[in-house]
């Protein structure tokens, strides 16, 4: 049911009102002044106001100024008399939805109420649409709307309001940091700093000090103290990047932080309190590491409190045509060139389909800012796009996991999978042009489908 307020200082007419609106289905707050209708907006929900223009205090057109701080897209309906028709334009000058003028029939005025309502639900419904499609496809800057994506997206809804720590697992290039970011701005201390560390950036004697900070006299040119990173990110939350490449000097130093939450600076003696979180990110298998003895087991397993891992690009192409989408309006903006680039073309597109992206999204970034740079026409086409892009025909065949003793009937069978496997991928799975592809006929690639269990 719809709620509607309705505001006017003569005595008995908002409760008039009150009775023809709810012969209509309507919910309404009769009220005498702005004030009060104020009141009931930071209360209730409410989808319409139906306001006089002239009163005391608080005229219908301060109030309506007020009701757009608080809801810009709610309508408002502004009653006048015949004296005061300029103070109605005025307040449809300043975003009321219409006037009506005193006296009027009711059913002009109930007709006036269902647009104005039916306006603003779609208003409401595009809202909601946005908001739907931001929290599936786009988290953050994280897009995608792939099954591995969405299961990432959910990891990182739940993950977020805790405090534990958090390691993140991917390859180079699948935005791991994004990640990161999505999880502190989500999470309760988003109002307090994110603080990101490259540990691969640092020697190691550096790296100390940017962590841990230093005291002066520490060692030469440490001519003052310095707060380290874990300080300044006191409240909030310290991302460290590659933590695969950590000493395991400092990754002794850093089991201590955690489990202790105070550190001593570099040349210092005094324990200093920290409050922080503690998001990492690897592009090695940490558990292998553990096993070369190239990191710390305990370590491990404090940082592993839940891990998040970012498929590779090449495992969501379902994703392409979003990324390319978002980094065309992205780099068409921020590139000045004369030829505003808005789309690609269908050629383009297969041959981003067919790479292997092995430096993911940001290999892929990379190429369309090059792309649109280069473009002079509305869409991107193939010479829009590198070399190395445009010579690979299709998607490489990738033999691995055929056994080096595997005899010849073995070998051809996996064969077959692996085209079959690629052709589905190439197309999306539509089976009629993988078919093309393979130069077979559907139903013959519906039986080998069925045959290596592929159908499903």
């Not at 005595?11 to 012969?23: F, G, M, R, S, T």
């Not at 994506?149 to 990182?156: G, H, Q, S, V």
């Not at 933590?243 to 105070?262: A, F, P, T």
């Not at 999204?361 to 190429?367: C, G, K, P, S």
Request: aromatic content about 6%.
């Amino acid at each position: 049911m719809e709620s509607i307020v309705i505001v006017d200082d003569e005595k008995h007419y908002p409760l008039i009102l009150k009775e023809v609106l709810a012969e209509e289905g309507y919910s309404s707050y009769p009220t005498s002044s702005g004030l009060e209708a104020l009141d009931i907006m930071r209360q209730e929900k409410v989808d319409l106001v139906l306001t006089d223009v002239k009163m005391p205090g608080m005229d219908g057109v301060d109030l309506l100024s007020k009701i757009k701080e608080i809801n810009p897209d709610i309508p408002v309906i502004v009653m006048t008399a015949h004296g005061s028709v300029e103070k109605a334009v005025e307040a449809m000058q300043k975003g009321a939805y219409t006037f009506i003028q005193k006296p009027f029939e009711n059913e002009a005025l109930l007709s006036h109420i269902a647009k104005a309502l039916s306006i603003y639900r779609i208003v409401q419904e595009n809202a909601m649409l946005r908001d739907a499609i931001s929290s599936t496809y786009n988290f953050g800057n994280i897009i995608g709307k792939s099954k591995t994506m969405k299961a990432l997206y959910e990891i990182i809804k739940k993950v977020a309001p805790a405090n534990a720590n958090v390691l993140i697992e991917g390859e180079s290039g699948t935005g791991k940091e994004l990640v990161a970011k999505s999880i502190h701005y989500n999470s309760t201390r988003k109002n307090n700093s994110l603080i990101a560390v490259n540990c691969s950036a640092f020697a190691e004697s550096l790296l100390e000090s940017e962590l841990f900070g230093h005291e002066k006299g520490a060692f030469t040119g440490a001519a003052s103290r310095k707060k380290g990173r874990f300080e300044i990110a006191d409240k909030g939350t310290l991302f460290l990047d590659e933590i695969g490449e950590l000493s395991l000097n400092l990754q002794v130093k850093l089991l201590r932080v955690i489990q202790e939450k105070s550190l001593e600076r570099v040349g210092g003696t005094e324990p200093v309190s920290v409050d922080f979180r503690l998001i990492v990110a690897t592009n090695k298998n940490l558990e292998k590491e553990v096993a070369k003895g190239l990191f710390r087991e305990d370590l491990y397993y404090r940082l592993n409190v839940v891990k998040v891992s970012i498929p590779p690009l090449r495992e969501r192409k379902e994703d392409l045509p979003l990324l390319v989408s978002h980094f065309i309006k992205k780099y068409a903006v921020e590139s000045g060139s004369l030829m505003e680039v808005r789309g690609i073309t269908q050629e383009a597109a297969k041959l981003l389909f067919d790479q292997q992206w092995k430096g993911n999204v940001r290999e892929l970034e990379n190429t369309i800012e090059r792309a649109v740079i280069l473009s002079s026409n509305e869409d991107i086409i193939p010479a829009d796009l590198p070399l190395t892009i445009r010579q690979n025909i299709g998607l490489e065949l990738d033999l691995g996991g055929i056994p080096e003793n595997a005899g010849l009937a073995e070998t051809l069978l996996s064969v077959e999978k692996k085209m079959i496997q690629r052709a589905m991928t190439l197309t999306c799975g539509v089976q009629t042009k993988a078919a093309e592809i393979l130069g077979i006929g559907k139903s013959g690639l519906n039986q080998k489908l069925k045959k290596y269990g592929l159908d499903k």
